[in-house]
């Protein structure tokens, strides 16, 4: 083929066109998995300007191929509950693309989890691990399993037969999963455990978001928040100001939430509002995020339980309504869709100057249109929570090295990494025609990489 040719670009319409049709055929193939069609139309919207420039991914069916996971497991999860009753749920990795390394991502033990959730998280998964400039592939894993309310000893049964049917999947050099919603470092000990029995090898490169002791990274668990936060000292260093006195609204009271809470309040900032799925705590005059750490890190009790440490707070028992808490700065840290457009439209009336997802797809599509269109700072996951996985990354490299960094080594890496991803998701925003757009900047460089490599490696 002449080079030429390549270059030469195609118009706009028939880019529109183009992408519009292969959305359709995975629309027909999987009319029924709304979470991944809605991440896969933000993704190929995204990457309009990609294909006006630019016939080569077309001519190689990038596009088709990059949407096809390369393999989908899914398996029985059965389990012996502490009454004796066997249960069952249903487990899943989905590998969806290994062109710059081994798949990475985590495992989320929610109810709601279903092959949609995991196909999306994946996917999304592939072009943040591209952003962060290591060398993973992207995956992700889970099953619809429930853990609140369940005994330690189940929690471990659980993780023992959902590791006895993973295994054979895994391994440092093929998937490499860690932790999400559900999943943090108690339950990654007993799938390690279980690993290591299996497998009958000491493999610590099979897990990030290990313990201390046995491979885990300094810094690991602080990784996502902290990272999320750096991201938006970068965004709002473009606007000449920093986080340092700005008001903090951040859903969610799990990992990311925390850690996001604890680097917010260390550069200034005053966090009024966090929540967990029942409802919301509201103090003007900011949270304490010792008492926090302690309900929800060391008792595993509900966020309402503030109020008996801080009477002076508020609780609301509807989690949805910490949007319209008035805020400069809001960091949706739970789960999906948790921002639609109503949310959305709280927010912009409270003045909120920008959102930064902490979670996977929190904001809807129409919520991310009406922040644009608003003039709203907007911080898309795939840049903004990439500390997390980039920091697993790092996990992989001490494991293989066989050494263990400082915490402030790795903070200082991650703080790094995250600069980087700001500039290069700026750039390509620049670069294709959408300066200050960081859905479409975060999307085109994350894919660009993923799409020359796919190129390189042949139809494979
Ligand atoms: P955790 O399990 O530690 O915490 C999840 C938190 O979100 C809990 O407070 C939970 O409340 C809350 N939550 C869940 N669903 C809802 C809901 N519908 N409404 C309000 N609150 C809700 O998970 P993480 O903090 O690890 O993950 C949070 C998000 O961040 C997810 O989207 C995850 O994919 C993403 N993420 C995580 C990374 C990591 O390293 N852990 C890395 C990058 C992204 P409750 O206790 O009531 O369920
Ligand atoms: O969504 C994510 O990036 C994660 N849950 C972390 C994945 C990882 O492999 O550290």
């Not at 885990?216 to 260093?237: C, D, H, P, Q």
């Not at 997802?357 to 700072?377: Q, S, Y």
């Not at 066989?402 to 990494?417: A, G, S, Y």
Request: proline residues 3%; hydrophobic residues 40%; negative net charge.
């Amino acid at each position: 083929m002449n080079r030429q040719t390549y270059a030469e670009g195609i118009a706009e319409q028939e880019a529109i066109d183009y992408i519009n049709s292969v959305y359709e055929k995975v629309k027909q193939r999987d009319p029924h998995e709304t979470e991944f069609l809605q991440a896969t139309k933000i993704l190929f919207d995204s990457l309009i300007p990609v294909f006006v420039k630019n016939r080569t991914y077309i001519e190689h069916n990038i596009l088709e191929r990059i949407i096809e996971p390369e393999r989908v497991i899914s398996f029985r999860v059965p389990w012996v509950d502490d009454e004796g009753n066997v249960q069952v749920n249903r487990g899943y990795r989905v590998q969806f693309n290994s062109a710059l390394g081994p798949y990475k991502g985590g495992i989320r033990f929610h109810p709601t989890v279903n092959l949609s959730v995991m196909k999306f998280l994946a996917l999304t998964q592939i072009f943040k691990n591209s952003l962060t400039g290591q060398p993973i592939g992207g995956g992700k894993g889970g099953a619809d399993f429930d853990p609140k309310g369940k005994s330690d000893q189940e929690i471990m049964r659980f993780c023992q037969s959902f590791m006895t049917e993973l295994y054979r999947h895994i391994g440092p050099d093929i998937d490499v999963p860690a932790g999400d919603i559900g999943v943090g470092k108690r339950e990654i000990g007993y799938m390690f455990g279980q690993y290591k029995r299996l497998r009958g090898a000491y493999e610590a490169g099979v897990l990030t978001g290990k313990g201390i002791h046995y491979g885990g990274s300094l810094g690991r668990t602080e990784a996502t928040g902290y990272g999320t936060i750096y991201f938006v000292e970068e965004m709002l260093k473009e606007k000449r100001t920093t986080i340092k006195n700005k008001t903090v609204i951040t859903s969610g009271s799990g990992n990311v939430a925390i850690h996001a809470m604890e680097k917010a309040i260390q550069l200034g900032a005053r966090v009024v509002a966090c929540s967990d799925s029942n409802g919301y705590i509201y103090d003007k005059n900011g949270l304490s995020l010792q008492t926090i750490k302690r309900i929800k890190i060391d008792e595993g009790g509900r966020i309402k339980e503030y109020l008996n440490y801080h009477p002076e707070a508020e609780y609301f028992d509807d989690a949805k309504q910490i949007w319209s808490v008035p805020a400069d700065i809001a960091l949706p840290c739970a789960t999906q869709n948790e921002i639609d457009l109503e949310a959305a439209n709280m927010l912009i009336e409270n003045n909120v100057k920008v959102v930064v997802e902490g979670a996977n797809m929190p904001c809807t599509r129409e919520a991310i249109d009406v922040f644009i269109e608003n003039g709203v700072l907007f911080g898309p996951a795939q840049a903004a929570n990439a500390g997390g996985v980039a920091v697993s990354a790092l996990e992989m490299a001490q494991n293989s090295a066989r050494l263990k960094w400082t915490f402030e080594e790795v903070d200082k890496q991650l703080k790094n990494i995250m600069q980087t991803i700001y500039r290069n998701v700026v750039n390509a925003a620049n670069e294709y025609g959408h300066p200050g757009n960081l859905v479409v900047g975060a999307n085109i460089a994350g894919f660009t990489k993923v799409a020359d490599t796919m190129i390189e490696q042949g139809v494979v």
